[in-house]
């Protein structure tokens, strides 16, 4: 299975066009060049790639086993594309300084940037979005005062996408699914994982999140609200005091059971879905403590509303695998069964689909129709 995978690099040789310019220096000859791969870039490891395009049938653990799972072989991380380029010159000068300004293919605003270290010959771009077309400017500041920039792009493949955040583990993106309702759920919007306070960390590391996991959380996925599923009174923490990412974002606490307990909480299902209706709260941190089974649980129900057929609700939970063992489709280690979740929802609410059954029992538990109309279309493309 693995082997379709194989051809596909995860360096990316980026090119394009060469610019010099430098107002009142001495020009020299002096190029940095850089070409382009026509192949879309995996932003995840090949393990998840072969996952999703795995038959539904096939239990991830038995994928754990090929690769040899272990706590210090996670594959929870995004890893990156990487940029490398070419410096040459005949005359006596270097690269004092340089980055890479990233943009979203159509877009006017930079999606990030990064800088270039002088005595590398490549840079890394992490987090990019899953299935887009971006374009870049690679700009290099010369010792003489002279600038040099090459321009391109590329595209990402298809797949999950999971974030590189330092400190944090089993951080995702909530979007890029497709929808019965028609489009995909919008990348960029919420974002699930684990704590990143170290409260209840149980030794496995990957807890508290580090000053460079804040910058990213903050410049990269621009969070705006944090939605703690976690109780705070048993963390010991003041609900209303500011959190680790700061008191610019919003904390909020949620506290919420998972898998089919969740659809004998009402009021939880009320708040919450309250909570995901407010569209100034966004870009959303969605967290528990492993990002696993409460935040598993409210992603499945929030996605189901979306549209997402069965199967892929049922991928996106095992996800988690990729950070935690034995998060399986027929029986979970914390006792909790995702099919049973899924089952209740089938038979026990109104509607022809699964999203107008999801729709059904949430305005059973007092969410409103206006809401879902509202979430619907904050996370929907079209």
């Not at 082997?3 to 980026?14: H, S």
Request: aromatic content about 10%; overall charge negative.
């Amino acid at each position: 299975m693995k082997n379709k995978f194989l051809a596909v690099g995860l360096t990316l040789a980026l090119g394009g066009t060469m610019a010099l310019s430098g107002c009142g220096t001495n020009k020299v000859n002096a190029t940095v060049t850089t070409e382009v791969s026509s192949t879309p870039i995996p932003i995840v490891a090949e393990q998840v790639l072969a996952y999703m395009q795995a038959e539904t049938d096939v239990p991830i653990s038995t994928l754990q086993q090929e690769w040899g799972y272990s706590r210090s072989h996670r594959l929870d991380m995004g890893i990156p594309v990487t940029i490398d380029y070419t410096f040459e010159t005949e005359s006596d000068v270097d690269i004092l300084l340089g980055y890479a300004d990233v943009y979203e293919k159509g877009s006017k605003t930079r999606f990030t940037r990064v800088e270039l270290d002088p005595y590398e010959d490549s840079v890394s771009i992490y987090n990019l979005k899953a299935d887009a077309e971006y374009t870049y400017t690679l700009t290099v500041r010369l010792t003489n005062k002279q600038s040099i920039t090459s321009e391109g792009s590329f595209k990402t493949a298809k797949s999950p996408r999971f974030m590189y955040v330092d400190g944090a583990s089993n951080v995702r993106d909530v979007g890029g699914w497709n929808s019965s309702l028609g489009g995909k759920i919008k990348q960029g919007v919420l974002y699930r994982g684990s704590e990143i306070d170290g409260k209840k960390n149980t030794g496995i590391a990957g807890f508290t999140i580090s000053e460079a996991g804040v910058t990213t959380m903050l410049s990269v996925m621009k969070i705006k609200s944090d939605f703690d599923l976690r109780d705070a009174s048993a963390l010991g923490i003041n609900p209303t005091s500011a959190g680790i990412l700061g008191s610019e974002v919003k904390r909020t606490f949620l506290p919420s059971a998972y898998y089919e307990q969740i659809l004998n909480q009402p009021e939880t299902l009320k708040t919450v879905f309250s909570a995901f209706a407010d569209e100034s709260a966004y870009p959303v941190y969605l967290h528990c403590t492993h990002g696993v089974d409460r935040a598993g649980t409210i992603s499945l129900v929030l996605e189901a509303l979306l549209g997402v057929e069965k199967a892929d609700l049922i991928r996106d939970y095992e996800l988690s695998n990729y950070f935690y063992t034995n998060v399986d489709r027929y029986y979970d280690e914390n006792g909790g069964d995702i099919l049973t979740l899924i089952s209740k929802l089938e038979n026990d609410y109104e509607g022809e689909t699964l999203a107008d059954k999801t729709a059904d029992m949430l305005i059973k538990a007092g969410v409103t129709a206006e809401q879902i109309s509202l979430i619907r279309s904050i996370f929907l493309e079209n």
